[in-house]
């Protein structure tokens, strides 16, 4: 008995440790991740979703499409967005929001590995195909997309309640394991639509491994009855989920993939081969991509060739059930899985997406590690269990350093769509987003080659391609020409600007003048010249650049003080007031301004308003005596002398050597007859 009891502990130590290094290995796998910053249309579904960085409203969360005001995607994804507002909530902003959505992503990948290890035990896997088998999982490169994508967090969430979901069902009798199902199925449906499929993948489970669910006593013995009803249930809910989810976006979305375009048989021919393309990335993860060329494939005898594929497939798999489980569940799950998720028959958003093998392509892990260790016992009977092992370790590392490779695809938007470029060069759905990368990073210059190369390539191809990616490229090349042109004039503005501060303003002169030629639409270079007349005491030359700033367009509050002060100097007080005025209202409180202002004010006999103007900007500048002893002159010239005095004597505790205090202080005394 003591024995026995060791035993289990062993046991139970051993789980532990499978999933602390199940656990580990997955945050190690996508660490880099955690300084990639939002990507693709995370712009779109997180960052400028209005649920997110709003306050939260769940009444808007769950009644409005995924993202809200666009039912066209045909998305419903309410836990996703409730997700992004609490990682939004936690994280904030700041430059470590990204961080924050990233680590999420992070933690669920690794809490679906854990769930998927558990479900390998339920369902009889010894210890050594369900560590290596849920190890595959966590590293494979396939998955990157799916993590290293913060708005796909669809596809991690949608797992994880899925797998949870199938859990219960064999943990707890057949009423509450059944209720406790259909609730983790609805939870996973909010997440991702495509886990409708749920009920399907446990009876793939189920036909795979029949005394699955007889380990729990509640399913033992059955009627058909009670799985006829159970059916129904199973399809009540489903209808009442995709009712409620079609109030939202729609019956129909109004984005689907070679609907109306492509034939039915295209279509089904396309969607056939694509199932192999699939199979073919999880096997050999060495041209990842977040874009796909897909082609449409005629019908026919094409048509009838796939489908016999994978017809035998299914043959196979089934007459080798009692031996190879594995392989039927492999089989079973990832057709079952991906069926809503080949968009060429279900008429919702992308063709082929490698983030669309997360759930679909769980099963291969177990066969392909099945598969392998014939393979080792077949070569290496003597030394297989040596040589499986160093198998499975060199390829968990090179799948490993796939997946960091990837993930540096993916740290921006300028990566990811130059990795795209490299596994497909020239594609002309690339070239867009290639070039617009470029152009907002700054890379002006590369964005209009790369833009008016697919330009010029487009004139060869059909008119639908002008179409689609003619207005898109040629605006990028057009943004990108402006941009190259505005990048030459700062770098000559800048120079003509280095020459003025050097007090060559002679040799400055021509240079802005060249630059006013050259680019008459630029106000700046109107006003520096302005600058430059006053430095060249030339107030009537500076008054009439800084008009045609002005009539440019240029509302800088800076250059309405400056163009009030030349217009003082020229005697049009009314017009300086006006100019002062005008950069009151970009900048209230501008102490010169409203210094200058008063001063205006006085000149012209407006004197109350003139001490407003100085005790305004005193207000602002305590320390800026001139103000002050501004208005004490014109209390003095209002014969108010207290109020003179009391002023003279603030600017003087400011600064005790005014000399203008003093003479102000002798006009006080002269005119009180002292």
């Not at 799950?333 to 679909?360: C, Q």
């Not at 092992?389 to 968990?396: E, H, I, K, L, R």
Request: proline share 5%; aromatic share 12%; charged share 20%.
């Amino acid at each position: 008995m003591q024995h026995r009891r060791m035993q289990v502990e062993k046991s139970a130590l051993w789980r532990r440790v499978e999933i602390f290094v199940l656990i580990l290995t997955a945050l190690m796998t996508y660490g880099p991740s955690l300084f990639n910053g939002f990507v693709y249309d995370d712009e779109f579904y997180v960052v400028r979703n209005p649920l997110v960085a709003g306050p939260l409203d769940l009444g808007r969360i769950f009644s409005e499409p995924y993202s809200p005001g666009h039912p066209e995607q045909g998305l419903y994804r309410p836990l996703v967005t409730l997700s992004f507002r609490v990682d939004h909530a936690v994280w904030g902003g700041g430059g470590r929001e990204a961080f924050g959505f990233h680590l999420t992503n992070m933690g669920l990948h690794a809490l679906n590995a854990c769930l998927f290890l558990l479900l390998l035990r339920r369902l009889g896997a010894g210890r050594w195909l369900g560590f290596w088998s849920a190890m595959l999982f966590a590293v494979h490169p396939a998955c990157t997309e799916a993590v290293a994508w913060v708005a796909q967090r669809a596809d991690l969430m949608g797992m994880a309640f899925g797998l949870t979901g199938l859990l219960v069902l064999t943990r707890y009798s057949a009423g509450v394991g059944g209720m406790l199902f259909g609730v983790f199925w609805i939870l996973s449906m909010l997440c991702k639509e495509n886990w409708l499929m749920l009920p399907a993948l446990a009876g793939v489970l189920v036909v795979s491994f029949p005394g699955w669910l007889e380990k729990s006593a509640g399913w033992r013995g059955r009627s058909w009855r009670f799985w006829v009803a159970a059916g129904i249930l199973a399809a009540g809910v489903a209808v009442l989920f995709w009712w409620g989810r079609s109030m939202v976006v729609g019956w129909r979305p109004a984005l689907s993939a070679f609907t109306g375009v492509v034939s039915v048989p295209s279509r089904v021919t396309t969607a056939l081969w694509l199932l192999w393309q699939y199979v073919g990335v999880w096997l050999w993860p060495f041209r990842l991509s977040v874009y796909h060329d897909v082609h449409p494939l005629p019908g026919g005898w094409m048509t009838a060739g796939l489908a016999a594929s994978w017809l035998a497939v299914l043959w196979l798999v089934w007459r080798r059930r009692a031996q190879a489980p594995w392989f039927l569940a492999a089989a079973g799950w990832f057709l079952a899985a991906i069926f809503p998720m080949s968009n060429l028959l279900t008429p919702v958003g992308a063709v082929f997406g490698e983030r669309f093998l997360y759930p679909a392509a769980l099963f291969f892990a177990p066969a392909l590690i099945l598969a392998g260790w014939k393979g080792v016992e077949a070569l290496f009977p003597m030394q297989k269990r040596g040589v499986g092992m160093a198998a499975a370790v060199m390829g968990c590392l090179a799948a490993l350093a796939l997946v960091w490779l990837r993930l540096a695809d993916w740290r921006s938007n300028l990566t990811l769509w130059q990795s795209a470029e490299r596994s497909h060069p020239g594609s002309l759905a690339v070239q867009g987003p290639l070039a617009d990368a470029l152009l907002r990073s700054g890379r002006f210059d590369e964005a209009h080659e790369v833009a008016a190369r697919a330009v010029e390539r487009l004139e060869k191809q059909p008119a639908v391609y002008r179409q689609i990616f003619g207005p898109r490229l040629a605006a990028i090349d057009a943004a990108a020409q402006t941009a190259m042109g505005r990048l030459a004039f700062l770098k000559r503005f800048e120079s003509a600007n280095d020459v003025a501060r050097s007090f060559r303003l002679k040799e400055a002169l021509p240079l802005y003048r060249a630059l006013m030629r050259d680019y008459p639409e630029e106000p700046e270079v109107f006003e520096a010249a302005g600058d430059l007349y006053i430095r060249l005491e030339n107030p009537v030359a500076a008054r009439q650049h800084y008009q045609e700033a002005i009539k440019l367009g240029r509302e800088a509050p800076q250059l309405f003080a400056k163009y009030g002060t030349v217009l003082g100097k020229l005697g049009l007080q009314m017009e300086a007031l006006k100019a002062y005025n005008q950069a009151l209202r970009g900048n209230p409180a501008d102490v010169l301004v409203h210094h200058n202002r008063g001063r205006t004010l006085a000149a012209l006999g407006e004197y109350e308003e003139a001490l407003l103007s100085f005790r305004l900007a005193s207000k602002h500048a305590p320390d800026f005596p001139e103000p002050r002893l501004e208005a004490a002159a014109v209390l003095i010239h209002l014969r108010r002398y207290d109020e003179a005095e009391k002023e003279v004597a603030q600017a003087l505790a400011k600064n005790p050597r005014q000399e203008q205090a003093g003479e102000l202080l002798a006009r006080i005394a002269k005119a009180r007859g002292k």
